[in-house]
């Protein structure tokens, strides 16, 4: 089966900097890849997702990025604000499979 | 709010018992995950159905089960509770039987004592 790997676990910028959050699956037949965000003590929400026959996806301050070659992706935060401070599950999956989700990376941005 | 709703919020109950948690997808979507969010852990795909019938499984212990019923809500049971199973079980739903983005629930916090 599918397996999710997510690296850091934490990580602390200043507001305005950049944050890089990245992972690895496991599985090559895997073609859809979303980012979910969770606030404190609520659900976890998509933010941006990707496709296998995309190799990069903007949407306002939020990218992601993949290499299916290396089996590799990854979300770029630009210009961040306190309000981005979460954590991050990045997961992976193929149609009819369930999404396999990363253990997740906690990002604190102070201002 | 996602569409999904779980019930109930919280639930605090003895070890040994026996609880079950409820979910109800969006309006239209077929498939169903559970997934398990223990302290400082991930989620934790559990098992998933999609129209009523059992598509995949997680890392699901003997002592949980799961099932999908005809008006596509589903129900998760645990039982012969131990501490190590107080956890945030979440449901998400998504439309199709492709890749697709699943909609999570506010989720059923469990607490055994």
């Known amino acids: 089966g599918e397996n999710v790997e997510q690296h850091p676990s934490t990580l602390s910028v200043q507001e305005g900097d950049s944050a890089v959050i990245k992972c690895t699956y496991s599985d090559s037949a895997s073609n859809y890849f979303p980012w979910y965000k969770q606030e404190l003590g609520k659900r976890p929400q998509l933010i941006i997702d990707i496709r296998s026959n995309v190799g990069e996806k903007k949407d306002q301050r939020i990218a992601v990025t993949l290499n299916k070659t290396a089996k590799h992706f990854s979300l770029h935060i630009t210009e961040t604000q306190p309000e981005d401070s979460a954590v991050y599950f990045c997961?992976?999956?193929?149609?009819?499979?369930?999404?396999?989700f990363g253990k997740g990376t906690t990002l604190s941005v102070s201002s | 709010d996602s569409g999904v709703t779980q019930t109930p919020k919280h639930l605090i109950t003895a070890t040994g018992q026996r609880v079950t948690l409820r979910c109800s997808p969006r309006?239209?979507?077929?498939?169903v995950y559970w997934y398990q969010q223990s302290l400082d852990q991930g989620l934790q795909f559990l098992i998933q159905y999609y129209n009523g019938e059992e598509r995949a499984k997680g890392n699901i212990l003997e002592r949980f089960s799961a099932q999908q019923f005809p008006d596509l809500h589903s129900e998760l049971n645990l039982s012969s509770l131990e501490l190590g199973d107080s956890a945030l079980y979440f449901c998400?739903?998504?439309?199709?039987?492709?890749?697709?983005?699943?909609?999570f629930g506010q989720g059923t916090r469990l607490t055994v004592v």
């Open positions: 997961a992976a999956n193929q149609a009819g499979t369930a999404l396999i």
């Open positions: 309006s239209g979507d077929l498939s």
């Open positions: 998400a739903s998504s439309v199709e039987w492709t890749s697709t983005e699943a909609f």
